[in-house]
């Protein structure tokens, strides 16, 4: 018994410096920045970084001269597809977490631990009608260049309609598709919203695994709800 308790006690010191240790280099990684030199223009074209506090997403206008995803993500696809939406939410992330934790009450350790390791992927899109901005909910101006370039990245992560398949989402606003990448610790969620947002030129962190290092790079708008 004893010798139980004393392996059991250094797995979980082993667990817990391992834990410490990567909330350590997050913390570093994401503080280190891609275009670094990037400042937001006086003029172009609004974004929203999204957050949940766990999870983050790219929310861009629906229609503009640059693109129109209502080809990519059509309204159809959601339950609510008769409203007039004005912005599409999407992000990536592990498909058995995204399917099967609708809150995350509901995440269990072998789903946690399966997406650390190695989890294929999904594509969440959410429509939204004229999203209000907030603190979780934070617009960003970036250049009709850099904007086409952010499609360009979002682009290359749509699967074909004709090649995918499709789950309902959440609520009656939202759906999953399915998308190319594997999941792991070092290519998460959050680490995909970031790498899209320097592929476009914006002025993100290096590592950025967890929502807090996303979101720091991203100001608060003056005034929340009132633009």
């Known amino acids: 018994m004893k010798r139980a308790a004393r392996v059991g006690a250094w797995a979980l010191a082993v667990l817990i410096t391992l834990f410490v240790l990567f909330l350590l280099a997050a913390w570093i990684g994401s503080a280190i920045p891609r ?6 223009p006086d003029s172009g074209i609004e974004i929203m970084i999204e957050t949940n506090g766990v999870h983050t997403a ?3 206008p629906l229609v503009t001269p640059q693109k ?6 059509p309204a159809g696809d959601v339950d609510d597809s008769q409203r ?6 999407v992000s990536w992330g592990e498909r058995e977490v995204f399917l099967n ?22 594509l969440h899109v959410a429509h939204y009608v004229r999203p209000a901005p907030g603190a979780d909910l934070r617009p960003l101006v970036i250049s009709p260049r850099q904007y086409a370039r952010l499609v360009a990245a979002v682009e290359r992560q749509i699967v074909p309609s004709d090649k995918r398949t499709m789950y309902h989402g959440y609520f ?3 759906v999953f598709y399915d998308a190319p990448g594997t999941y792991h610790l070092g290519n998460t969620c959050n680490q995909w919203t970031s790498d899209t947002l320097a592929t476009a030129g ?16 991203i100001p608060e708008p003056l005034q929340a709800g009132s633009r």
């Open 101 to 122: 934790t609708p809150t995350w009450a509901d995440i269990t350790v072998s789903t946690a631990i399966g997406a650390i390791i190695s989890g294929d992927s999904l």
């Open 172 to 174: 009656g606003n939202d």
């Open 84 to 89: 007039p939406y004005t912005h599409v939410s």
């Open 35 to 40: 275009n670094s030199g990037w400042t937001e």
């Open 202 to 217: 914006i002025r993100v962190g290096l590592w950025t695994p967890l929502e807090g290092g996303v979101m720091k790079w």
């Open 58 to 60: 790219i929310v861009m």
């Open 68 to 73: 129109d995803w209502r080809a990519d993500f």
